[in-house]
T-cell receptor, first 115, second 111 residues
């Protein structure tokens, strides 16, 4: 069984550009969450999607957006990139986040560098 | 919002020594999760604690959840070089189980 897969693994973008990151959850998982991890810090929650609807949003500017597709895969978009957006972007999937104490499984992440 | 603090931030130990990291919250937690992240890797789920005063063991790792469900600890007995990494506690909250990570403890094991 494949785990959570993210693409691309590494990406270099220029300030002001836009980027799209992709995530495929574990088969059977209907929830995807996105996290930003700046070097030396813990992951910070960006978005959570369940059943194709946004269920939670962290404290990130409107330049960050996401969506979940009918097959439960997800995309994270970041517009007008800033140097400070350089980070590891992690995707986590789970079965039903409404069920208490559900475990989240993380993908390998996309390392984004903004120059 | 929910905040979860961890101490220490860094810990260097000689191989074979024990290691403990502590996680504290100002609010009562519904659960606590522990993750390990190797250098250059992604967080890997270790365990979840749900009940007040719960203690779970995984080989050399012992996890505890405080009686008040506001703190937790991870203890590693006789560390090995394979234990190197950053250990995060995390808590879920809200109807859709948003995960809030602690600040992490970076463990370095000196051979």
């Amino acid at each position: 069984d494949a785990g959570v897969t993210q693409s691309p693994t590494h990406l270099i973008k220029t300030r002001g550009q836009q980027v799209t990151l992709r995530c495929s959850p574990i088969s059977g998982h209907k929830s995807v969450s996105w996290y930003q991890q700046v070097l030396g810090q813990g992951p910070q929650f960006i978005f959570q999607y369940y059943e194709k609807e946004e269920r939670g949003r962290g404290n990130f500017p409107d330049r960050f957006s996401a969506r979940q597709f009918p097959n439960y895969s997800s995309e994270l978009n970041v517009n007008a990139l800033l140097l400070g957006d350089s980070a590891l972007y992690l995707c986590a999937s789970s079965t039903n986040p409404q069920r208490p104490n559900t475990e989240a499984f993380f993908g390998q992440g996309t390392r984004l560098t903004v120059v | 919002g929910q905040q979860v603090m961890q101490i220490p931030q860094y810990q260097h130990v000689q191989e074979g020594e024990d290691f403990t990291t502590y996680c504290n919250s100002s609010t009562t937690l519904s659960n606590i999760q522990w993750y390990k992240q190797r250098p250059g890797g992604h967080p890997v789920f270790l365990i979840q604690l749900v009940k007040s005063g719960e203690v779970k063991k995984q080989k050399r790792l012992t996890f505890q959840f405080g009686e008040a469900k506001k703190n937790s600890s991870l203890h590693i007995t006789a560390t090995q070089t394979t234990d190197v990494g950053t250990y995060f506690c995390a808590a879920t909250s809200g109807g859709y189980q948003k995960v809030t990570f602690g600040t992490g403890t970076k463990l370095q094991v000196i051979p």
